[in-house]
Nanobody, 115 residues
């Protein structure tokens, strides 16, 4: 069974930075892709960024130029570096992994951007 554990969330002021981590129980290279999604109160879950087994990445327009997804294969961990945070980035952030046609989710970590 795949387990994904997120960490690194918290309260930060607008303009600040946070780095989220997602530690996987298996080799992350075995996944077709890994990604970060977020869900704000009253809104649907939305894609933030993906990183594919080829190392290519894609981002939501709202975070391009501010967020960076990366991975450390030796640590089986995927990261989301978030800079220039805005109040509208406030949400629960979830890690997702896909292997073949199966999706796996972490439990989420809260990010709050507020002064």
């Amino acid at each position: 069974q795949v387990q994904l554990v997120e960490s690194g969330g918290g309260l930060v002021q607008p303009g600040g930075s946070l780095r989220l981590s997602c530690a996987a129980s298996g080799r992350i290279l075995s996944f077709n892709l890994m990604g970060w999604y977020r869900q704000a109160p009253g809104k649907e879950r939305e894609l933030v960024a993906n990183i594919f087994s080829s190392s290519s990445t894609n981002y939501a327009d709202s975070v391009k130029g501010r967020f960076t997804i990366s991975r450390d294969n030796a640590k089986n961990t995927v990261y989301l570096q978030m800079n220039s945070l805005k109040p509208e980035d406030t949400a629960v952030y979830y890690c997702k992994a896909r292997r073949l046609s199966n999706d796996y989710w972490g439990q989420g970590t809260q990010v709050t951007v507020s002064s």
